[in-house]
């Protein structure tokens, strides 16, 4: 058998090379994957992978007829007799697609199975140093959907080994507004752009994609405790329409939007996500977590063992929800940010106040209060001073000279212009009343 599948292949290669001698290009991809087939019919892989190799590298081989090889081998990948032969499979088609623009989506997709294949076997860095070799973003005949699932896998296995500072560098080669669906200009590129291919039967759909890109950076994100671009994250999942359909998904996320929301330092985007978020009308299925909300909008001190009795239950149940659980770290962060929230309010109604008195109203003891508020000036969240001599907290503004004088200078002004006001009108009831007694 050996010998006639040996003389069958000669034939052909004599075939190939006359007819790609005569540049005849349908007639030398034929020969070629004649050639593959009658390999692969005989299930001699070790001479496939061999001819894959000798037909590529013949003199003035015809970039079309690599690219039949190529594609028509990678349809073999799948019915190999063992992992051995398929990797070997791969790393062949892999040498012959090296540095040809022609096959350079193949080489991507042959690179992403060979990667999977090292994962499998649990050598995630492998995989990983793998798919960090292909810039798909530079491959202009990739369809859109295949190249962000391909960055977003670039991400994923960085993540998987922890090197989160490049699975930060690879997430930004996917803008936010690629996934924004415009119906007009994707059917006008389908009619008039036909190098671009069709995305694989395996690649999700865009609104799939966004869903997978925004979890995956919720991950990087946890990891940094950066609560307000979690609860972005989640702002961005639970409007994608599949979601907000099911209640059995936009619950679960709803509640971990408020809860990172909680989490998140006070800053003018995280109030404005709170406000936004309080005017969603699906917040009514979740009481609890409205009041929440309203109890950080609304300037009053919060007690934090009422709020943790009240909430302790739920915080708790969040590891068996969409997310997972919020963990000990996030605990601490929330009691963190009722003490913020509590001096924020005290600020609002005092000027100057005993320190024992401030340590009274949040509920610490003199030294905590202290250390509070101090890391909260250094943040520049809030301007106050404290007097240990005295023992008096302050809140004003020290003011510097030009603002003081700028101050007096308005006000001046404003006491003018009512002396001003002042003197029209008793000119003006003088008139009246003159007026009046010559009548």
């Not at 080994?161 to 415009?182: G, K, M, N, T």
């Not at 609304?298 to 149940?317: G, K, P, R, Y």
């Not at 009274?360 to 508020?373: M, P």
Request: aromatic share 6%.
């Amino acid at each position: 058998m050996a010998e006639i599948l040996e003389a069958q292949v000669e034939a052909l290669l004599n075939v190939e090379k006359q007819m790609r001698n005569a540049n005849e290009v349908a007639e030398t991809k034929k020969a070629v994957c004649n050639i593959l087939s009658l390999c692969f019919e005989a299930r001699a892989w070790k001479m496939l992978n061999d001819q894959i190799v000798l037909l590529s590298k013949r003199r003035g081989q015809l970039k079309q007829a690599v690219t039949a090889i190529v594609q028509q081998a990678m349809q073999y990948i799948d019915q190999t007799p063992d992992l051995e032969t398929r990797i070997e499979l791969i790393k062949t088609l892999n040498t012959v697609s090296a540095g040809k623009i022609y096959v350079e989506i193949e080489r991507a997709r042959l690179i992403k199975s060979l990667a999977k294949i090292k994962e499998e076997q649990g050598l995630i860095d492998e995989a990983a140093e793998l798919m960090q070799e292909i810039a798909v973003e530079t491959f202009g005949a990739m369809a859109k959907t295949e190249k962000i699932a391909f960055i977003l896998e670039q991400v994923r296995l960085c993540l998987d080994r922890q090197d989160y500072v490049r699975a930060q560098i690879l997430s930004r080669r996917i803008s936010p507004r690629a996934f924004e669906v415009d119906s007009s200009k994707a059917e006008l590129k389908h009619k008039g752009d036909a190098v671009v291919e069709v995305a694989p039967a395996d690649i999700p759909s865009l609104l799939q994609l966004k869903r997978i890109y925004y979890e995956l950076m919720i991950r990087y994100y946890r990891h940094h405790n950066e609560y307000l671009e979690v609860c972005r994250c989640y702002k961005a999942i639970y409007g994608i329409p599949s979601v907000k359909e099911d209640p059995g998904q936009w619950i679960p996320i709803l509640r971990k939007i408020c809860w990172y929301l909680a989490l998140a330092p006070h800053d003018p985007m995280q109030s404005s996500l709170l406000n936004s978020t309080l005017e969603d009308k699906n917040l009514s299925e979740i009481p609890k977590f409205k009041l929440l909300l309203k109890q950080l909008l609304t300037m009053e001190v919060i007690l934090w063992t009422t709020l943790w009795n009240e909430f302790e239950v739920e915080f708790a149940s969040e590891k068996n929800l969409l997310g997972g659980p919020l963990g000990e770290k996030a605990a601490e962060d929330l009691r963190q940010r009722v003490i913020e929230h509590n001096i924020l309010v005290v600020s609002e109604y005092y000027s100057r106040i005993s320190l024992k008195r401030f340590a009274e109203l949040l509920c610490l003891s003199l030294q905590d209060a202290e250390k509070h508020l101090s890391d909260m000036v250094v943040s520049k969240a809030l301007v106050a001073k404290i007097d240990r001599a005295t023992g008096v907290v302050c809140f004003q503004v020290v003011k510097d000279s030009n603002a003081v004088l700028n101050s007096w200078s308005m006000n001046l002004e404003k006491l003018l212009g009512l002396v001003e006001k002042s003197c029209h009108q008793i000119h003006k009831e003088t008139i009246v009343h003159k007026a009046a007694l010559k009548v």
